[in-house]
């Protein structure tokens, strides 16, 4: 049973560092700062054979146009990653109305990259 479950818990260290990685090369290329949070399956440690990766993106300079916001997201993405973009004043917006995935990322989320006082900014004023 060890084995099983130390094969698990490494499986779920490759795949933050997947979402580690795409934060990175993410924050090069075009959002800074970006704040990246792993949320789901893999954050809580029951993802499957399936489950991919799933990261909120937080990043004040996200286009406001969805598609242009998608393009950006998916452009260097590996196919288990599915990305999650919102601005800081967005993500704070969701939060103190309580949607589910803000709370979630705040809350109980891996940050795999973290923009400097990132969580105050996204504090409801």
């Not at 452009?75 to 990653?81: C, G, R, S």
């Not at 999650?84 to 969701?94: P, Q, S």
Request: glycine letters at 6%; hydrophobic letters at 40%; aromatic letters at 8%.
């Amino acid at each position: 049973m060890e084995k099983v479950l130390e094969a698990r818990r490494q499986q779920q260290a490759r795949y933050i560092d997947l979402a580690r990685d795409y934060a990175r090369r993410l924050e090069d290329r075009l959002c800074r700062p970006l704040t990246a949070i792993v949320i789901g399956s893999v954050a809580r440690g029951d993802f499957n054979l399936w489950s991919d990766v799933d990261v909120v993106v937080i990043a004040d300079d996200l286009p406001a146009d969805p598609l242009k916001r998608s393009a950006i997201l998916y452009a260097d993405v590996e196919p288990a990653i599915e990305p999650k973009g919102y601005t800081y004043g967005e993500f704070a917006r969701l939060l103190a109305a309580g949607h589910p995935l803000a709370r979630e990322a705040a809350e109980s989320g891996i940050v795999v990259r973290e923009a400097d006082g990132w969580r105050e900014r996204i504090r409801p004023h």
